[in-house]
């Protein structure tokens, strides 16, 4: 029998989850945490922010699939992890965060640095729980990473009061079974039901039109190989939603990119005159749909999730299968391949395809150079920076029409490898998600596309980096605005810009990044760009800031204004004359 | 929570039946999923059901606000609920209780006796102005007797909200989902 206190059985119970790293920052009511802390082998990382933390964790989840650890003390360090949780929350993405609580005894006094933590984020975790007695901490540590990693993934979140860290109790381990009977409602599904698999195989044989829609639940269930398995023996085009870039890799012909609102005219268009989308652990956001009552109104659906709720929430599937997409897309495989053995054929996708390259051909995701003397395209930074970044890049964003630019421009050719902030769109996501997954992957090339915006928002973490020997890049696309409001005001609003103007003169980037010890750089022109990049690629033990001074007029197309009709696309003014070709 | 509908139930009113891990914040966790997704409760009751560590919660819902089978799998991805089944009110017995303390005098006392006894209500307390009866029964007949009672003037009115059990004939056990339903639903399985 090992006696020991709550906090080591706390730091033993995580060790025992094979973490290996913990983002945090200490306080009074987590302190007794901190303590043992210092015999563990798990690497802590001492952030400059709480919210630091949080995406951090985040980021290394994305990269590694294990799941990103948050440790903070309670009251505003808990309220401070608020918007990482949600953010996770609405990327399913594994992660825990443990929060220190005023002692039981104080609990609903209003004590100091008391806040109901556990109420706060019930709408923002997949499950919460405030741990009354040391006895009871091994248990919730096991299930907080069984919620977060099974099933559809997600953020957990445990409280732990400061008398239950202090106290003493007998070590155990909960077995695998002991987790499950203790959690009688909690049996996700994960195999697919036959019928309905045979059902969409079918389905799939007769399509003429047929797309692959494929979003975020692919990566979670790791089934890129599946997928591509999948297109070989149907030859169906990809599409891949912003969380799912990565996937499938662009340099195949077959690779669509990126639909919806900001997404590839000729993606958003195929899947708007589709007779079949086979959606894969995607869940029709309305930043892919548009208005729901015109999107795709030709296609049958085949929707795969392992989230039951995702099923019939915005479009209603002919063929609903709740299941892990990996297991189901097996399958489905599995079926495909015996239809096809019996004799069954598809319809010549010929037709079909053609249009898709007509579309494609016609209507590229396209931007005009800038003319000499003026400023930067942001584009231009992004392609140089893909064409010079060492293989197997991991590539971070924050939001705002940087974070469209990063999909649209970037190749992905590997998954894992794109991190950002999707059905939340956390401005300030970049630079701790990057730190995470330099953490998570320390072999890896790492770099944070981010705006100016979201860049003061969370910029002190590059002390994080510097001080904690993490070192990462950031190309920051500098055009002095909100860009992505910006946009809106100038499209939809007249022109008339409200409060959207940063500044083109403040903060210095190069001063700021020179002051939390890393290497600064303004670029301006295009010659520079370049070599600025290798420079910073040449540059592994230390971050490196590329300021790039870019277009502020610069505008992301193509665009579907909010709340219409993907049929109603705005393609990039160089394209409108042909815009009718589009159909 | 909205209130709802003063005067009665609809006849399309759906109850779930809900069984949860009896823990601390449980009720919050139910009642505030229906928040955020924008979903109405009519009336909710709560008690610790035949399991040890179990409770039940017997929410009834309005149908209009979203569909049902939303809201269904939705409550499903609470960790602590354990079983959800759905009573359709033409196969379960529903039962609520009322308490009213009606403004009265002496001389028109026996009107409300009348209605009570009618009702087959019971007399709890009598004072020299007022009066309070309890009655216990379906909703719609608690409907019917606050209705004749409020002409009299209510002061006080209590209802606990409905608790509901399918009927013992066969069939009328109606789950929403099974396990092995296309649909996934992973919690259905009778204990
Ligand atoms: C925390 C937060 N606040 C506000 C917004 C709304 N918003 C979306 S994009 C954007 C502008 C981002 O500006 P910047 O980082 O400079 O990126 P740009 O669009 O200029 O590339 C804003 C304010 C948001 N997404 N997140
Ligand atoms: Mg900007």
Known sequence: MTRMTGAQALIKSLEMENVDTIFGLPGGCILPAYDPLLESSIRHVLVRHEQGAGHMAEGYAHVTGRPGVAMVTSGPAATNLVTPLMDAYMDSIPMVGITGQVATGAIGTDAFQECDTVGITRSCTKHNELVMSADDIPMAVRVAFHIATTGRPGPTLIDVPKDVLENEMTWYWPSDDEVKASLPGYRPNTKGHPRMIKEAAKLIMQAERPLLYVGGGMLKARAAEVLRELVDLTGIHVVTTLMARGVFPDSDPLNLGMPGMHGNAYTTTAMQQSDLLINLGARFDDRITGRVGSFAPHAKVIHVDIDPAEQGKVRKPDVPIVGDCRLVTEELVKEIIALQEGGVAQPDLGPWKSRISGWREQFPTTYEQSEPGNALKPQFCLEQLRELAPEGTILTSGVGQHQMWSSLHWKFEEPYTWVNSGGLGTMGFSIPAAIGAKMGRPDRTVWAVDGDGCFQMTAQELVTATVERIPIKVALLNNSYLGMVRQWQEMFYDERYSEVYLSTEYPDYVKWAESMGCVGIRVESPEEVAPAIEKANSINDRTVVIEFRTDSNEKVFPMVPAGRSNDDLLVHPTQTAIRDRLA | ?191
């Open chain 2, 1 to 191: 929570m909205t209130a709802v509908n003063p005067k009665g139930s609809s006849l399309n009113h759906h109850i779930l039946s809900v069984l949860v891990q009896n823990r601390p914040g449980v009720l919050a966790r139910v009642a505030s999923l229906f928040a955020r997704r924008g979903y109405n409760i009519y009336s909710l009751a709560v008690a610790p059901a035949e399991d040890e560590g179990m409770s039940r919660i017997t929410i009834v819902v309005d149908v209009d606000t979203a569909p049902l089978e939303q809201i269904v799998k939705q409550l499903f991805k609470l960790i602590d609920v354990v079983k959800i089944s759905e009573l359709d009110p033409r196969r379960s017995v529903e039962r609520e209780l009322l308490l009213a303390t009606v403004r009265v005098d002496v001389e028109h006392r026996s009107q409300i006796v009348e209605l009570a006894t009618i009702f087959e209500a019971k007399m709890l307390a009598v004072g020299p102005d007022a009066m309070t009866v309890s009655l216990e029964g379906h909703p719609d007949k608690l409907d019917d007797f606050e209705e004749l009672l409020s002409d009299r003037g209510i002061v006080e009115l209590q209802r606990t909200g409905r608790v509901a059990l399918p009927k013992l004939d066969r069939g009328a056990h109606l789950r929403v989902n099974t396990p092995n339903s296309p649909r996934g639903n992973t919690k259905g399985t009778v204990r």
